[in-house]
Nanobody
Framework: QVQLLESGGGSVQTGGSLRLTCAAS????????MGWFRQAPGKEREKVAI???????IHASSVKGRFTISKDVYLNTLYLNMSTLKLEDTAMYYC????????????????WGQGTQVTVSP
């Protein structure tokens, strides 16, 4: 059973930066597709960024150029570096993983973390 544990969320002013971390149990960073998702109050959960087992990355257009997904396969840890944060980035951020990319694409991965809150204020 894969377990994912996020950390690094918090409150920051617009234009600031945060780094989210997701520690995974088991050696999945090189075998699973992993990603970051977010959900704001009253909105559906959406993809933020995905990283493939081979390291290929995909970022949502809303965060491209500001956020960067990365991983450390030896530490089995996923990261999301966020900069130039905007008010609309306020959300609960979730780490996720699955062996099949279509499950991440459809926001239905087998494994979810518990989430970490990011709040951006003026």
């Amino acid at each position: 059973q894969v377990q994912l544990l996020e950390s690094g969320g918090g409150s920051v002013q617009t234009g600031g930066s945060l780094r989210l971390t997701c520690a995974a149990s088991g050696y999945i960073a090189s075998t699973h597709y992993m990603g970051w998702f977010r959900q704001a109050p009253g909105k559906e959960r959406e993809k933020v960024a995905i990283i493939y087992p081979d390291g290929t990355t995909i970022h949502a257009s809303s965060v491209k150029g500001r956020f960067t997904i990365s991983k450390d396969v030896y530490l089995n840890t996923l990261y999301l570096n966020m900069s130039t944060l905007k008010l609309e980035d306020t959300a609960m951020y979730y780490c996720a993983a699955d062996r099949l990319i279509f499950r991440l694409d459809s926001v239905r991965p087998n494994y979810w973390g518990q989430g970490t809150q990011v709040t951006v204020s003026p």
